[in-house]
């Protein structure tokens, strides 16, 4: 079996979800587990325990899952709804542990002889105090595995802290940090396309390739976030993890050996390989931006909060984009462009491979190959060509796409990213999920740049609300000649 690939029948297991309540549990996680149970990926004994302080009767949270995950799921069998209601259960827990009840009622709940995952989707300052308290009740066995949902920490030292926490209590192999991005279908298909298909590999390297672009836009703002992204920003919200995971499925070597390891190795040597951005060069090589009113658009200033606006909000950015550079043999002198941001004119994810023109054209116009790999809204894989356009006299190019969308081309559902992920930590495959030392290293990377921009009087550059981005991140790429792959289109 691929060291990509769940196995078929996940292991029976009490799967316990410490925020049970909360949104990532009612938008993501329970709608995942449902679609997981309709299409025979949980066996019929595992079963789903929320932990909240909410004070619900199992009852109760049945009755919540069944009007707010229901309406965002399509239930065509209501006994299979049934059966699903009937995995969950809901217990009140303090997870200072002042108040053992709930914490013996879990105790007395799980089974013994079942894989223990313990889910945690909470605030990162949780997990320590949930895993410590854990061990305390007895709850934590050979077979157990914990989830852990970024943000891991706000920077090196704080990631160190928790994986310190965890990794006390728990063992490397037993601990899954999750990132979504890695189980969309593009972002596995990306290993598939590199390493499966001989035609690509020799001419994946700087002889061939010209720079690769690695975007994620959103057309949101933080409405009701701002307290939140006052503290996060883009460059910790979105690039330390997601985007510094695509690059590395991009850039990494083909792996020696066969097996679940092997692909988280190769990913922490490509980090472990990026060039430091730090001091004056964070100005050279990176761009932050925030999003200003336009039209009926609010600005990030104006957008509804709990809060009023600090001086820290007029510091935080809500764009940015950066120049990477990969110091090794295959990537040597090729350019890795970063970009992410809110209010950008549309939502889309994507990996732009630019491929250099041929040395010597014998036709007039046309330009560069590229390969487009989209994770969203619809994934698929573009390559782009040149191909004569019809018509007699003068031969003249155009560029054409060959292109894979994955929802034509295989009718069947694709299982959502988290179905899949969720999926693996059932089985206990950890491929892709993120190790401690690749958390680490990405730390390691971003928090130079976000020490230079801490100490700069500059304040980010402004953008309209609906623009893709300030000025600096296109004079970023114009300054080499280049362009984003939206303005070459």
Known sequence: MSPLSSSPAAHTADLVVFGGTGDLSMRKLLPALYHSDRDGRLSPETRIIALSRGGLTDADFRGKVDSQVRAQVPVDDPALWQRFLGRLHHLTIDVTGEDPTGWDALRSMLAADRDRVFYLASPPGTFGPFCRQAERQGLVTPRSRVVLEKPLGHDLPSAQRINDE????FDERQIFRIDHYLGKETVQNLL?????????EPIWNSLWIDHVQITAAETVGTPGRRGY???????????QNHLLQLLTLTAMEPPARHDREAIRDEKVKVLQALRPIAGGEVDRFTVRGQY???GDMVGYLDEPASTPPT???????????IRAEIRNWRWAGVPFYLRTGKRLPNRRSEIVVQFKDVPHSIFPGGSPNRLVLRLQPEEGIELHIMAKEPGAGEVSLKPVPLSLNF????????????ERLLSDVL????????????????????????????????????????TTGPAGAHELLARSGRAWHEEES
């Not at 929802?407 to 988290?418: E, I, M, N, Q």
């Not at 130079?448 to 921009?453: D, N, R, V």
Request: aromatic fraction near 12%.
């Open 192 to 200: 598939v396309l590199r390493f499966a298909n001989a035609f690509l």
């Open 292 to 294: 200003t009113a336009a």
């Open 407 to 418: 929802g034509k081309t295989f009718p069947a559902r694709v299982p959502d990213a988290y």
């Open 229 to 239: 992204y006052d503290h996060a920003g883009a460059l910790r919200d979105m690039v």
């Open 311 to 321: 001086e820290e909000s007029k510091r935080v950015e809500t764009f940015t984009a």
């Open 427 to 466: 089985a206990g495959n950890p491929t892709l999920f993120m190790r401690r030392d690749e958390v680490e290293a990405a730390w390691r990377w971003i928090d130079p740049i976000l020490e230079a921009w801490r100490s700069s009087p500059d304040l980010p550059e402004p953008y309209p609300a609906g």
């Open 166 to 169: 965890v990794g006390a209590i």
